[in-house]
């Protein structure tokens, strides 16, 4: 049972910084690409980040130079570090990742940037 579960959410500060971790289980976390997503209310989701199983990353304009997406094989942990947070970047936060052709997602954690 392929299972993801996210964490590290919050209320920041514009500016400020936060770290999301996904955890992964039930599958060989190192032979799939992984990709961080996000979900504001009455929007669809949309990609932040993707990382492959050989390390390539790619990223949304919008946060191109500000966040940044890295895995840890060992841990089966995928994380997504935010800087220079916005209050656009406000949403819910989900990992996935695609297996037999089935995509999987988190539970999600929320994100919220405000003064």
């Known amino acids: 049972q392929v299972q993801l579960v996210e964490y590290g959410g919050g209320l920041v500060q514009p500016g400020g910084s936060l770290r999301l971790s996904c955890a992964a289980s039930?599958?060989?976390?190192?032979?799939?690409?992984m990709a961080w997503y996000r979900q504001t209310p009455g929007k669809q989701r949309e990609l932040v980040a993707i990382?492959?199983?050989?390390?390539?990353?790619n990223y949304a304009d919008s946060v191109k130079g500000r966040f940044t997406i890295s895995r840890d094989n060992t841990k089966n942990t995928v994380y997504l570090q935010m800087n220079s947070l916005k209050p656009d970047d406000t949403a819910a936060y989900y990992c996935?990742?695609?297996?037999?052709?089935?995509?999987?997602w988190g539970q999600g954690t929320q994100v919220t940037v405000s003064s």
């Open positions: 996935k990742t695609n297996v037999d052709f089935r995509d999987y």
């Open positions: 039930g599958i060989t976390f190192s032979s799939y690409d």
């Open positions: 990382i492959t199983s050989g390390g390539h990353t």
